[in-house]
């Protein structure tokens, strides 16, 4: 559960922040490495994320009316639906005394209290208390503000957040050829990793990794020399991670994209924890959610351009899972490192290769420094 608590930031952390909100920090540098491990950053930023846009996951994974699933998201038990008119974002907790109402994953035309049976509607509306004359209106469920952005389906908890499109507009020239509404759920999975969640998204949109870290997987396709870094955006960054001539594409994809486009991954990093890996008929994606300090829960998939053969799905799920693997275990041993004495933050590498971090720093500086 949240935190409320007012919260130091350690002073070095503290020192950092203030010198990227306020433009004098010049040399792109790795923050101390407290930032990552000290467990008032983490309370912090839950705040931050109270009034972010979270992923939960895809839309097309509830495609019918009364598909449904569930999602903790910093302590708040969610349900995702689809109701008659939409996917809502409900409060997974009965408004009588508190019972969870469902769990897992499912296709339901209500939802019913395990406890007394209190029954609501797929809108959230309470339609059903057993021997109770006239529940009020506030005993529907809370509804959540939700944005269905290029399929894949965000929650803002507190309602605050600016709507997506503005904070995504340009963002959109970049990925817009790739149709990614139309890709297909595969086979998406939870996993834990013991780094903190900031680690795993920095790995996820560097390119300064790809070739020491995944030789014989992503560096035939995506090495590190090709990385290009875009300029980004007020709720996002993002870089090319261009093929190597000899790597020779895969399959089908949109008609819409452009040489180049057949030619790359796009990487975007929807501020705070939405990572994506667009490539030419699949897109690789992780929605990060902190578990503690040194570890967070990735939710993750490869979704795949409709029509592709099921093996052709497996294929390219399995290879993502492959180097998924390679990160996660450089990853947990780095955030073992960050907890040592003599751990410090070095000089970042030139933009195309890390500059996404030093965007993500500079997005959410201001953020934590007015959340403290
Ligand atoms: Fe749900 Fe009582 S707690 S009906």
């Not at 803002?156 to 149709?179: F, I, K, S, W």
């Not at 995944?214 to 996002?236: I, S, Y």
């Amino acid at each position: 559960m949240l935190d409320r608590t007012h919260d130091h930031l350690p002073d070095n952390v503290m020192q950092e922040l203030i010198a990227l909100r306020d433009g004098t920090a010049t040399a792109p540098r790795a923050l101390a490495p407290p930032f990552y491990t000290d467990p008032a950053v983490l309370r912090v930023e839950e705040r931050v994320f109270l009034s972010s846009w979270l992923c939960l996951g895809r839309a097309d994974a509830i495609p019918n009316a009364g598909d449904f699933f569930t999602r903790d998201v910093l302590g708040e038990p969610l349900i995702v639906t689809r109701a008659k008119d939409g996917v809502r974002v409900l409060s997974n907790v009965c408004r009588h005394r508190g019972s969870r109402l469902v769990e897992g994953a499912g296709t339901s035309s209500r939802f019913t209290c395990p406890y007394h049976a209190w029954t609501y509607g797929l809108d959230g509306t309470l339609v059903r208390a057993p021997l109770i004359e006239a529940p009020t209106a506030d005993c529907n469920l809370p509804v959540f503000a939700s944005e269905n952005w290029m399929g894949w389906i965000f929650v803002n908890l507190d309602g605050t957040a600016a709507p997506m499109a503005e904070q995504l507009a340009d963002l959109e020239p970049y990925v817009r050829n790739y149709h990614a509404d139309e890709l297909r759920t595969f086979d998406p999975r939870a996993e834990s990793w013991g780094v903190n969640w900031k680690g795993l998204a920095e790995n996820f949109m560097e390119g300064y990794h790809l070739t020491p870290v995944h030789l014989k997987t992503l560096h035939p396709m995506t090495p590190t020399r090709l990385c290009e870094k875009v300029p980004g955006g007020a709720g996002w960054t993002g870089y090319k991670a261009h093929f190597d001539e000899n790597f020779s594409g895969r399959g089908e994809v949109h008609p819409d994209m452009t040489e180049e486009e057949r030619r790359q991954s796009m990487m975007v990093w929807i501020y705070p924890s939405f990572v994506l890996g667009l490539g030419p008929n699949s897109g690789t994606y992780m929605s990060l959610l902190p578990d503690g300090v040194d570890r967070v829960v990735a939710h993750w998939d490869t979704a795949c351009r409709d029509g592709m053969k099921r093996a052709e799905m497996q294929k390219c799920w399995d290879f993502s899972a492959a180097f998924n693997a390679e990160d996660k275990a450089r990853l947990e041993e780095m955030q073992k490192g960050l907890h040592s004495r003599w751990a410090t933050g070095g000089p970042l590498a030139p933009a195309d290769y890390e500059g996404t971090i030093w965007d993500f720093y500079h997005w959410i500086a201001p953020r934590l420094l007015a959340a403290v």
